[in-house]
C-alpha cells in the first residue's frame, strides 16, 4: 500500500508452502514489482520460490540492478548455474516463470520483461494484454540469446494484472474442465469498477464456486494494482 494507490493480492496455494512468489522493492525513482510462477507446487516450489527471492534480492537490491530484461538475463543465468540438471532419467528441467515490472516514479512509464508470462494493463476503458519471451528464466535453451526489455507510457491511471496460470488451468465447473484464460479475462473485465478489495472478493469466492469439490491443481495467484499517472510533469 505504500507503494500502489489501491492493490490486492489473492493466493491461494495447492499446499501449505507455494510455488508462486510476489516480490517489491523501491529502488531510487523506480518501484520493481516481480510476479514468479516455478515449477512444481508445495515443498520442491517453496525451495524455487526461496531462491527466486534470494536472487532477486541480490540483482536489485545489492547490484542495483533495475532493468528488467538485464534482472531476468541474471536470474536465468544464477538459476543455471545453481539448479542441479542431471542427466538422462534424472535430468531436472526445474525453471520460473517471471513478469518484472518496472515503474519511473517521476514518469508515466514502465518498463517490462517476461519470462514465458504475459500481463494485463486496464486504461482507458481498454485491456492490453503483454507478453515478453517464452523462456523461462533456469530452462537451458542453446540458442537463446537473452531477454528483452520493453516500455509502454500511460495517459490515465491504470489497473495492473499479474497473474500465474494456476487459476485459469484449475479444473472444475459443471462440465470438470479447465477455467481458462477467456474466463479469466471476463471476470476481470465484469468488475474492472469496483474497488480492488470488492474485486478480490469476486475472484476469491469465482474461484470457490469453480472448483467445487474437485482438487486443486496447482498454486493460484492474482496480483492487481491501480496507479494514478504523475500530474507534475
Not at 508452502?17 to 510476489?22: A, K, P, R, T
Not at 524455487?48 to 536489485?60: D, E, I, Q, R
Not at 532419467?89 to 514465458?116: P, R, S, W
Request: proline share 2%; charged share 25%; aromatic share 12%.
Amino acid at each position: 500500500k505504500d507503494f500502489f494507490d489501491e492493490h490486492f493480492i489473492f493466493s491461494r496455494p495447492k499446499d501449505i508452502v507455494s510455488g508462486d512468489f510476489y516480490w517489491m522493492e523501491k529502488v531510487g525513482d523506480n518501484t520493481v514489482l516481480v510476479l514468479g510462477d516455478c515449477t512444481g507446487h508445495g515443498v520442491p516450489g517453496s525451495f524455487m520460490t526461496l531462491l527466486g527471492f534470494n536472487l532477486l534480492n541480490s540483482a536489485v537490491l545489492e547490484n542495483r540492478i533495475i532493468d528488467p530484461g538485464q534482472i531476468l538475463n541474471r536470474l536465468d543465468t544464477q538459476l543455471q548455474k545453481h539448479l542441479p540438471r542431471g542427466e538422462g532419467k534424472n535430468q531436472v528441467n526445474d525453471a520460473m516463470e517471471l513478469t518484472i515490472c518496472v515503474f519511473n516514479d517521476k514518469k508515466n512509464e514502465m518498463a517490462y520483461a517476461c519470462a514465458g508470462s504475459r500481463f494485463l494493463i486496464y486504461e482507458g476503458g481498454d485491456f492490453t494484454m503483454f507478453k515478453g519471451d517464452n523462456k523461462h528464466a533456469g530452462d537451458v535453451r542453446e540458442e537463446f540469446v537473452s531477454y528483452n526489455t520493453h516500455f509502454t507510457s500511460f495517459k490515465s491511471d491504470i489497473n495492473l494484472i499479474l497473474f500465474a496460470d494456476g487459476f485459469q488451468d484449475q479444473f472444475g465447473g459443471a462440465r470438470d474442465k479447465k477455467f481458462s484464460f477467456r474466463r479469466l479475462l471476463e471476470l476481470f473485465e465484469e468488475n474492472i469498477q469496483l474497488p480492488l478489495s470488492s474485486q478480490q472478493g469476486l475472484i476469491s469466492e469465482t474461484f470457490d464456486q469453480w472448483i467445487g469439490k474437485a482438487d486443486q491443481t496447482d498454486d493460484v495467484t492474482v496480483v492487481s494494482v491501480k496507479r494514478k499517472i504523475n500530474n507534475t510533469q
